[in-house]
């Protein structure tokens, strides 16, 4: 694993905590965004976690040793970033606060909407490292392991997310639809 | 253009089951994919079919009316042939439609224990006389050659007047070193090979660095390969597309440029040379790749079979460093 919180130790400046969100993407955004606390949001990210581990077991072949490994997900435009620990036996995601400490061994950012269309292979994750739409440091290897993990996964994040959260299903499409729309607009 | 046109096979990479699937739905009429581990050449992490994960994947093929194909295209150092005999006995057991093979000893095995197995020739057997390739239709009966993509049109023709099996030539993606299954620059590197462990850049051996101006440099074990500028398009993290300082020319690209094949314009010409298949890199691509460019191509050659011009201009966003190239199939002058 890296030893490193907010300052890359290769040098990179591309952490979290040193990079700048951009003003236009991070309003656009954060208009659709209730204003919920983190400790509200990890019970919901450990759900929906949970949910499509059950529901897509083969992922974790697919990753084999990388699930050891911690990723750190920085949709660049939202006010916080995601840590990702696929263990099979316990599979964790959870939100922190731009400024928090985090031990991780891949680094991957991107707008939302890039990053959600990058996993549910709306767009393709070569074309948009070519682009520079995405940005990744650490573990390539365990990089590469979940990317043809999650390219593997049948149908999408958004309906897994959606299923699992039953009632709340039509608000969390809705609110996904706008990130695409937004994504489409700055386009 | 003529309306008599003969229609090619359209065949279409798959690293995944889910892109295997999507390749089938898109249009594909063949799909080639490898096993798990050092048998093919494309041994990516998360990449690639287990046993079981290739039989789903030839029923779900055949079943469609498209054809699968198992490329054990690396090549055995002694002491590990086991490990390809077994592959090419275990594509056999399912009934894939042909197995795509590179190394001569393994043409042997597969000719000698599987008589009726169809066989095609890899592109990394690097097989381009005619001579090379009677050679192997002769002993191993191979049915198809996957040639090499340092051929003109032309030669493509007079290749397909003295020999006796079909031609498959690469239409779209990675253009790969000229000298196809002799590459040893990621061995140089990193001690693993493309040719005989099935990895042109191991991931665990690449690094992207990026500075605060935004300049990502990248490195392959030890050796920076490229440092690429705040607003430039980046290429795949391998030895033979990076840029090198030179002799006198600073920031050389002293091999190959971050550039993607795409033949679409040469399409009626290579039909016409005697090209039955079309074939699309890209097993090491994402599902949105397959998707894209399968659809594009299927559209491009059923347009070109009707006598009509295809519309393809959206496949660029694709391309590796977003630029393209037809090679060195319209003339010997490409670099």
């Not at chain 1, 606060?97 to 939302?112: A, L, P």
């Not at chain 2, 079919?49 to 490329?71: C, N, P």
């Not at chain 2, 039955?276 to 399968?294: D, F, H």
Request: net charge negative.
């Amino acid at each position: 694993m890296i030893s490193q919180n907010y300052t890359n130790t290769s040098g990179s400046n591309s952490s979290p905590g040193s990079q700048h969100l951009s003003e236009a993407h991070s309003k656009s955004l954060s208009r659709f965004l209730p204003p919920l606390p983190l400790f509200a949001l990890s019970p919901l990210l450990s759900h929906v976690v949970n949910f499509i581990a059950k529901k897509h077991p083969e992922l974790f072949s697919r990753l084999g040793e990388s699930t050891k490994k911690t990723f750190l997900i920085n949709p660049t435009n939202l006010p916080f970033f995601l840590i990702l620990q696929p263990d099979p036996n316990n599979p964790r995601l959870k939100a922190y606060n731009r400024g928090s400490e985090i031990k991780h061994d891949v680094y991957i950012s991107g707008s939302f909407a890039t990053l959600l269309k990058m996993i549910d292979s709306q767009s393709d994750s070569d074309a948009l490292f070519f682009n520079r739409e995405i940005m990744v440091t650490g573990d390539s290897e365990a990089m590469v392991a979940l990317r043809n993990a999650l390219d593997d996964m049948e149908g999408t994040l958004v309906d897994d997310v959606a299923s699992s959260l039953g009632p709340f299903s039509k608000p969390v499409r809705k609110f996904f639809d706008i990130v695409n729309k937004s994504k489409r607009h700055h386009e | 253009m003529s309306e008599q046109i003969t229609k090619p096979e359209l065949v279409c990479p798959a690293g995944t089951p889910a892109s295997l699937r999507t390749a089938v739905d898109a249009g594909a009429d063949a799909i080639y994919c490898g096993f798990v581990g050092p048998t093919n050449a494309r041994n990516f992490p998360g990449l690639n079919f287990s046993l079981d994960e290739m039989t789903k994947a030839v029923d779900y093929a055949q079943q469609r009316g498209a054809k699968l194909l198992t490329a054990i295209n690396s090549f055995p150092t002694a002491g590990r042939t086991d490990i390809w005999k077994k592959a090419i006995d275990d594509a056999v057991s399912i009934n894939v439609d042909a197995i795509i093979i590179a190394d001569i000893g393994m043409a042997k095995y597969l000719s000698e224990t599987h008589p009726d197995q169809r066989i095609h020739l890899s592109v990394q057997a690097g097989a381009s006389s005619p001579e090379a390739i009677n050679f192997y239709c002769d002993r191993f009966d191979i049915k198809r050659v996957v040639l090499p993509r340092i051929l003109t049109v032309a030669e493509i023709k007079k290749v397909h007047d003295e020999i006796p099996c079909e031609i498959e030539a690469f239409i779209f993606g990675n253009i790969g070193m000229m000298a196809e299954g002799r590459c040893s620059l990621t061995n140089y590197v990193t001690g693993l090979s493309t040719n005989m462990d099935g990895v042109c850049s191991p991931a665990n051996f690449v690094h992207y660095e990026e500075d605060k101006d935004k300049n990502l440099t990248t490195r392959l074990g030890e050796y920076a390969i490229d440092c690429i500028g705040c607003g430039e398009n980046a290429g795949y993290p391998t030895i033979c597309k990076g840029r090198y300082n030179v002799g006198h020319r600073a920031e050389y690209y002293a091999f190959e440029e971050p550039v993607s094949l795409n033949l679409t314009h040469l399409l009626p010409d290579l039909i016409e040379a005697g090209v039955t298949a079309l074939k699309i890199e890209g097993r090491q691509r994402s599902k949105a790749y397959i998707r894209s460019v399968v659809s594009s191509f299927r559209q491009a050659v059923d347009a070109y079979s009707n006598g009509e011009q295809p519309d393809i201009s959206d496949l660029l966003a694709l391309t590796e460093g977003h630029k393209e190239t037809m090679g060195a199939f319209p003339s010997k002058k490409w670099r």
